[in-house]
């Protein structure tokens, strides 16, 4: 996937209020890590999810996919909440724009700060690492706080 950030569960909690309710109910239903991966391998999938694992040749070709995926447990777990219904995969854009946001500043405040490039400099070697990015974007982000998006509930 290189056109986007791969979460971690440590990324999830992190930006957990810009994530989408779809991708929460994940977490909750069969970990982080397990929902990491399918968030990363499968998004914007929607997913005719199978009650079993034997149900008919269909679903047990998408189980054993999925269960390869995400382990047998976490997809027994998904199953079980989940099972003959379809599901639809988020992308998690604003969590990964976020994210990529907080690892541009990061970078930024390194190259200032510890490298001692100037913020010329910084921007254009920002934009090499992070391309395609025009250096107004790169500024734009360099100005803003972290957005961690609405208070919600601890999941984690």
């Keep these: 996937m290189p056109s986007l950030l791969r979460l971690t569960p440590e990324d999830c909690e992190a930006v957990s209020g810009l994530l989408p309710y779809t991708a929460l109910v994940l977490i909750a239903t069969i970990g982080a890590a397990a929902a990491c991966t399918l968030l ?5 999938v929607t997913i005719n999810l ?4 034997d149900a008919n040749p ?3 070709r998408r189980w054993a996919e ?17 099972g003959g219904e379809v599901l639809s995969i988020p992308v998690c854009k604003a ?8 690892a541009i500043r990061a970078m930024y405040d390194r190259l200032i700060g510890v ?3 100037s913020g010329r400099q910084a921007i254009y070697e920002i934009g090499l690492a992070f391309a ?7 500024e734009g982000i360099c100005t803003r706080a972290d957005d961690s998006g609405p208070v919600q509930p601890d999941l984690f």
Excluded: K, W
């Excluded at 969590?95 to 907080?102: D, G, K, T």
């Design 40 to 44: 990363n391998e499968r998004p914007g």
């Design 50 to 53: 199978p009650r079993r694992p």
């Design 58 to 60: 269909a679903g047990a």
């Design 66 to 82: 999925l269960a390869e995926l995400i382990g047998e447990p976490a997809m027994a777990a998904l199953a079980a909440r989940f």
């Design 95 to 102: 969590a990964r724009a976020e994210l990529r946001a907080r």
């Design 115 to 117: 490298e001692r490039f």
């Design 132 to 138: 395609p990015i025009t250096s107004r974007a790169i």
